[in-house]
């Protein structure tokens, strides 16, 4: 009976220690999956990454490639504005502001322009530039060659009006875009009884000689920025 009794308490005292040594064999299996699955999920989430730093990186040449084209086309655009396409054999004018020497500058030389401006135009010998083309080059201290060539012109018509008293004096000259060379030049002086009508003789008188030199003339090309 003492020998029955002995085993049997020694049994039960070794329950528990069998006991806490599965507990502690179930703890670690379980801290192997949890680390297993947790380096699993790490590589996923890497490789989901590594993929879409991938698309983003490939994807930047197509919009630079592409704002490149479109920045390209913009400039081709630009310099066809700058420098218009004429036709072979075209002689084209442009007839830049004239500059008021005058004591009181007044709206003469304004209506001069345009005068010269429509008379050229009416010749049918010559393509003039408009008037609001040349309008954006008034009081700009450009070289001519470059005006001509933004232009697109062969000649450009410049001059000046001075004004004194009743007279007035209309200087007008006629440059090469090419060579930067005058090709013509005139003064005119009348007595302003009539502001209109000394407008129109003047101009006509300038578009009839400036029209008459240039339709001997062999057409140039269109000027050069040099």
Excluded at 198 to 214: F, K, P, R, T
Aim: net charge neutral; glycine share 6%; aromatic share 4%.
């Amino acid at each position: 009976m003492s020998s029955c009794v002995t085993e049997s308490d020694s049994s039960l005292q070794a329950s528990p220690r069998v006991a806490g040594e599965i507990s502690r064999k179930k703890a670690k299996v379980r801290s192997a999956w949890i680390s297993f699955a947790g380096r699993i999920t790490a590589q996923i989430i890497g490789a989901v990454a590594t993929v879409a730093l991938g698309v983003v990186v490939l994807g930047k040449p197509s919009n630079l490639s592409s704002h490149a084209t479109t920045k390209a086309a913009a400039e081709d655009t630009t310099a066809n504005v700058s420098a218009p396409v004429r036709t072979l054999g075209e002689t084209v004018v442009v007839v830049l502001p004239l500059d008021d020497y005058s004591a009181s500058p007044d709206h003469f030389v304004d209506g001069m322009t345009e005068a010269l401006i429509t008379d050229l135009s009416q010749s049918g010998q010559l393509r003039v530039i408009s008037r609001t083309s040349a309008a954006h080059y008034k009081k700009r201290e450009l070289p001519l060659t470059q005006v001509a060539h933004e232009l697109g012109a062969a000649y450009v018509l410049e001059g000046s009006v001075a004004r004194a008293g009743a007279r007035v004096r209309v200087t007008a000259q006629l440059i090469d875009a090419r060579t930067d060379e005058h090709v013509w030049a005139r003064s005119y002086d009348r007595a302003v009884t009539d502001a209109l009508s000394v407008q129109a003789e003047v101009a006509g008188i300038i578009a009839n000689e400036v029209s008459g030199l240039l339709s001997q003339a062999a057409p140039p090309q269109v000027a050069a920025v040099r």
